[in-house]
């Protein structure tokens, strides 16, 4: 899937859904600059409002109340074509991909509660960033001078406004994967703005798996959001650090979104061990949602298990 009607979009999840008035107050700052109260076509829009991001390019961000839980199964195409519709035009993020939800929840290490506040949720609100209402038919859906990792702080900042709600329960970026609550979001905004760098471990999330014969998988989801690909790391156990293999990743990350696409088909990086870890450029990822990555491999000498290096092994949980 590539980007389409929305370039970015975050979810705020609800234990109610707040009216619009509501979400007006706890906007504040923003200026709201067109209002739709009726919802026709929900999965498309609900009530929503409008504000300003780049209107000299025609870039608004649309906030809509959904009140419903997440559909994280994203609809079937035969019994519920709107809303599969819906989440194949991107109206439920660019990247969103059936599961999501379910997986951040189980992948949400930084956040202890994060495996069970999703289910507490009974409401959401899309953030959701284009420049295509009331465009001409051959505008472009991305102005040549777009710049992704500015549209994600505009759009992670709404949602970090909107979480002051007091029904708000948790940020979730339905393309990274990522669940977080007030007081995590706040630490790695204010963390990545004292360190100069991206907050992209808000907008990227860093899985564990369980592989094969006593190896290890980890990989980010969510860096098509920056144009860039994902990575995964295979590795034997007991010889590496999870921890430091999750660094790794993050900062291959950050270099990507710094530098641009700039790692070929073998290139290797310094990484955890003190080895160098080799890349393998591959359009076929190990586990959901389904994507092109840089498979790292390290350099120590050690051979992994087959169903790591054949094509359409699986990761295990």
Partial sequence: MAKGFF???????????????????????????TRTDDAAA????????????????????????????????MGDPRNEPMLFGAWSMGHFGPFA??????????HAWSWADGRNVPSQHRAFVRVRLTYLFGARDDARVIPEDCDPAHELRFVTGVARTLLDHEAALAYFNPNGEVLADRAHLDAVLEGSAALQTL???????????NAADGWFMMDTVGMAQLDQRDSEACFPGGRYEPGEVSHFLLNVGLYLAEHGDVIADGDTMDGPGGVPWRATRVDECRAEPPRAVLRWLPLDGTRPPRALVVPGGAAGS
């Fill in 42 to 73: 929900l999965d498309l829009a609900g009530p929503s409002l409008r504000i300003p991001y780049r209107p000299a390019s025609n870039g608004y961000v649309a906030i809509d109340v959904q009140p419903r839980v997440w559909p994280d199964h």
């Fill in 199 to 209: 907050p992209i471990n808000v907008w990227c999330n860093v899985r564990f798996f």
């Fill in 97 to 106: 991909f059936p599961g999501g939800l379910q997986r951040a929840a189980a």
């Fill in 7 to 33: 370039t970015q979009g975050v979810v705020v999840l609800l234990r109610r859904a707040p009216s619009l008035d509501e979400i007006v107050a706890t906007l504040r700052r923003h200026v709201v600059v």
